[in-house]
């Protein structure tokens, strides 16, 4: 179990959705990992509560898709799978093109300065010295944010900031091959400078392109791990 695992009250919420908020993001920001077993009687003592809310709290996971119930094992962190990262990032590859695109004709000069800041900013961190996923990942997500909140659609942006947990969850895969770097970097720049340009299908392009590019990476890292997985369980027979 993972010492950073802390959960944060909050005055307004039962404790049985403190509990699940808290477990949720800890399996989103990779606190806990795929695969990791859930104990009940382990979380609870983690958290400081008792083994009901932590009950619930799994069973709300596994209507999600975070968690799977393994027969004589019990509840296990969900495993990324290719099937699961595809569906949302189908939609988020429609939706960022759709956002690139509002941007270009919508943006303010307040915005499109932060908008600068945040591509520098993501860069300055992705450069830095003690690499930090969960520092770069959300440098990430602010660039992204800043385009997102400048297309003024209030119902385009309910729908991603409903799938900013979900993607959070692919995107630190991606983060983690220092590979991709480089690229990731790139495509910011480019997708920035076509929104500068108001060069709506530049920019379109890039923000399918940065999906598409992390979408393969992430697959290529799945079947890497099943790989081993297999490999370990031969040597295990």
């Given at each position: 179990?993972?010492?950073?695992?802390?959960?944060?009250?909050?005055?307004?919420l039962p404790l049985r959705?403190?509990?699940?908020?808290?477990?949720?993001?800890?399996?989103?920001?990779?606190?806990?990992?795929?695969?990791?077993?859930?104990?009940?009687?382990?979380?609870?003592?983690?958290?400081?509560?008792?083994?009901?809310?932590?009950?619930?709290?799994?069973?709300?996971?596994?209507?999600?898709?975070?968690?799977?119930?393994?027969?004589?094992?019990?509840?296990?962190?969900?495993?990324?799978?290719?099937?699961?990262?595809?569906?949302?990032?189908?939609?988020?590859?429609?939706?960022?093109?759709?956002?690139?695109?509002?941007?270009?004709?919508?943006?303010?000069?307040?915005?499109?300065?932060?908008?600068?800041?945040?591509?520098?900013?993501?860069?300055?961190?992705?450069?830095?010295?003690?690499?930090?996923?969960?520092?770069?990942?959300?440098?990430?997500?602010?660039?992204?944010?800043?385009?997102?909140?400048?297309?003024?659609?209030?119902?385009?942006?309910?729908?991603i900031q409903n799938l900013?947990?979900?993607?959070?969850?692919?995107?630190?895969?991606?983060?983690?091959?220092?590979?991709?770097?480089?690229?990731?970097?790139?495509?910011?720049?480019?997708?920035?400078?076509?929104?500068?340009?108001?060069?709506?299908?530049?920019?379109?392009?890039?923000?399918?392109?940065?999906?598409?590019?992390?979408?393969?990476?992430?697959?290529?890292?799945?079947?890497?791990?099943?790989?081993?997985?297999?490999?370990?369980?031969?040597?295990?027979?």
């Amino acid at each position: 179990m993972q010492d950073t695992l802390q959960m944060k009250m909050n005055e307004f919420l039962p404790l049985r959705d403190v509990v699940f908020d808290t477990l949720r993001q800890a399996i989103l920001t990779g606190e806990l990992k795929p695969g990791e077993r859930l104990m009940e009687i382990h979380l609870a003592n983690r958290l400081g509560v008792s083994r009901t809310p932590i009950r619930e709290a799994i069973r709300k996971l596994e209507l999600e898709g975070l968690v799977t119930m393994i027969p004589r094992r019990g509840a296990e962190v969900a495993q990324i799978t290719e099937k699961s990262m595809n569906d949302v990032l189908e939609v988020r590859r429609a939706m960022d093109a759709l956002c690139a695109e509002l941007a270009c004709e919508r943006i303010s000069p307040e915005e499109l300065e932060s908008l600068g800041k945040a591509c520098a900013r993501f860069e300055e961190t992705v450069g830095a010295r003690n690499l930090n996923l969960k520092e770069i990942a959300q440098a990430d997500v602010e660039f992204h944010d800043i385009i997102v909140r400048a297309t003024g659609n209030r119902r385009l942006i309910q729908l991603i900031q409903n799938l900013s947990e979900q993607m959070y969850r692919y995107r630190l895969e991606y983060i983690k091959d220092e590979t991709q770097h480089g690229r990731l970097m790139q495509e910011h720049r480019i997708i920035y400078e076509s929104i500068v340009k108001k060069d709506k299908e530049t920019a379109s392009q890039a923000a399918k392109l940065h999906i598409d590019n992390q979408e393969k990476a992430i697959i290529a890292q799945i079947r890497r791990e099943k790989e081993k997985s297999e490999k370990n369980s031969a040597h295990r027979v």
